[in-house]
């Protein structure tokens, strides 16, 4: 987005103090206020307009010496959780080093059209202010468009987060009728123990409908030969529930391949294609919907673990249920080695885990 107007010198005053009111012991080394102002200038322009539920993200080159050339970016979001983490993985994962980052939140009153009309008073909005690395247009064209996509993954996320969570919840009551402990671990994964990324229901011909959080952008899990299969087994197994690493990497919270958590349900058939959704990429050769008239569906959940600082979550008195012995192989790939005591169940307890 480009901005032509100049920001008042009231924002950018305003902006000035927002970022070096509350840096950490530093954050703004090496950060003269000469630089000062002219971030906050960067960064006043950046956040003089934005519409409700976008993003801005801006980039701007700054010089610097030969072989030492930065680059200035700004995004500016509702306040939400996952945006720091987030957004600097996505950074990290174009090779480009982060020398400075700058987080402050800021109250902007905005008018009906997204314009800011003053700081300190309105709802709280977030400010990522980074220097990094300097890289070629076509590079910085292409991370402002990662940036973009990474922004609205977060935001749906963290939007459909409590209906995520219900229906987690309602597959864990579905399948305790036929796998009680299966149920019982789902109720752990929507205990906040992780991070739901999204939810989606898959029929056996990869159609695909109620698709909540990063599935409303993009509806990739697997690749093509893991897709058929995990759909073949979930219809041709007595299993009720698969749990799969994706090929998919997390673009929220922690850049990581995501966990799968697909469970069968049985459901009526559908009797015309006007009630079939999109299907998921393997799917998209076929010319029509052959199988609609599915006898199943699977519920597919995506989800990735919280980060150590997040993670510490005291597990209940062993007297509750415990997973059997065939649990561990699935514990080791989801969680590999503990990060915490509370998460000592990841490895080497024995024959069972209580939770």
């Not at 073949?232 to 698969?242: E, F, I, M, S, V």
């Not at 997390?250 to 069968?264: E, G, K, L, M």
């Given at each position: 987005m480009?901005?032509?107007?100049?920001p008042a010198s009231s924002l950018v005053d305003g902006v000035l103090a927002a970022l070096t009111a509350n840096a950490l012991p530093g954050e703004?080394?090496?950060?003269?206020?000469?630089?000062?102002?002219?971030a906050a200038a960067f960064v006043a322009q950046a956040l003089q307009t934005r519409a409700a539920q976008q993003s801005v993200v801006e980039l701007q080159s700054i010089g610097g010496e030969a072989g030492n050339r930065r680059m200035r970016l700004v995004t500016v979001n509702e306040d939400m959780p996952f945006l720091v983490d987030s957004v600097a993985a996505a950074v990290a994962s174009n090779g480009i080093a982060i020398h400075r980052l700058l987080h402050p939140i800021v109250a902007i009153e905005r008018d009906g059209k997204g314009h800011a009309q003053g700081l300190g008073r309105g709802a709280p909005e977030s400010i990522i202010y980074m220097e990094l690395d300097r890289v070629e247009a076509r590079?910085?064209?292409?991370?402002?468009?990662?940036?973009?996509?990474?922004?609205?993954?977060?935001?749906?996320?963290?939007?459909?987060?409590?209906?995520?969570?219900?229906?987690?919840?309602?597959?864990?009551?579905?399948?305790?009728?036929?796998?009680?402990?299966?149920?019982?671990?789902?109720?752990?994964?929507?205990?906040?123990?992780?991070t739901l990324l999204g939810h989606v229901d898959v029929a056996a011909s990869g159609r695909t409908s109620g698709p909540l959080g990063i599935f409303r952008n993009e509806?990739?899990?697997?690749?093509?030969?893991?897709?058929?299969?995990?759909?073949?087994?979930?219809?041709?197994?007595?299993?009720?529930?698969?749990?799969?690493?994706?090929?998919r990497?997390?673009?929220?919270?922690?850049?990581?391949?995501?966990?799968?958590?697909?469970?069968?349900?049985?459901?009526?058939?559908?009797?015309?294609?006007?009630?079939?959704?999109?299907?998921?990429?393997?799917?998209?050769?076929?010319r029509k919907c052959r199988s609609c008239a599915s006898v199943f569906q699977a519920s597919i959940v995506s989800l990735v673990s919280r980060r150590p600082a997040t993670a510490a979550r005291p597990l209940p008195t062993p007297s509750r249920r415990c997973l059997t012995t065939s649990w561990w192989p699935l514990m080791n790939a989801m969680f590999g080695q503990p990060r915490s005591p509370q998460c000592r169940w990841s490895t080497g307890l024995g024959p069972s885990c209580c939770f």
């Open positions: 480009t901005i032509s107007s100049r703004t080394e090496g950060f003269d206020p000469t630089q000062q102002y002219d590079g910085r064209r292409e991370l402002v468009d990662q940036l973009q996509a990474v922004l609205r993954d977060v935001r749906s996320a963290v939007q459909d987060w409590p209906v995520m969570r219900d229906r987690l919840s309602a597959d864990a009551d579905r399948l305790s009728n036929g796998d009680t402990e299966g149920a019982e671990f789902l109720r752990w994964l929507s205990n906040n123990n992780f509806l990739a899990i697997w690749d093509e030969e893991a897709s058929r299969a995990a759909l073949d087994h979930l219809a041709n197994n007595k299993t009720g529930l698969l749990i799969l690493k994706s090929s990497v997390s673009p929220v919270h922690r850049r990581a391949p995501s966990t799968s958590s697909s469970f069968r349900r049985r459901t009526a058939p559908i009797r015309s294609t006007r009630d079939c959704g999109p299907v998921l990429p393997y799917a998209r050769r076929q």
